[in-house]
């Protein structure tokens, strides 16, 4: 089965969570209307799932920061998350 990955970020204001399909201009995207705590691995499972996607077997989340100016290390740090997800087995997504 194929595997695409799914990312989900924050700049300080309200996590979103998308999955990436190339050669699409919309993608499937979640957002929880909140900028703290983190979404829990049981949130983003379940968002996942609303979007018809699943995360794949074995893999895990990672997690990496940007900013908006990489040259200036004291303008907002952009939180991103990334894992492997494939569609859910029985979904019509």
């Known amino acids: 089965m194929m595997t695409l990955t799914a990312q989900m970020s924050s700049d300080g204001s309200a996590w979103r969570l998308y999955v990436v399909l190339y050669g699409v201009p919309d993608w499937p995207t ?11 691995g ?31 290390d004291s303008t907002p740090v952009v939180l991103i998350a990334a894992v492997a997800v494939r569609d859910q087995e029985g979904a019509t997504a």
Do not use: C, Q
Request: charged share 35%; no cysteine.
């Open 30 to 40: 979640f957002r929880w209307e909140r900028s703290g705590p983190v979404p829990t």
């Open 42 to 72: 049981a949130e983003r499972r379940e968002a996942l799932a609303a979007l018809g996607y699943e995360v794949a077997k074995g893999a895990v989340w990672s997690w990496t920061e940007d900013s908006r100016d990489p040259d200036n």
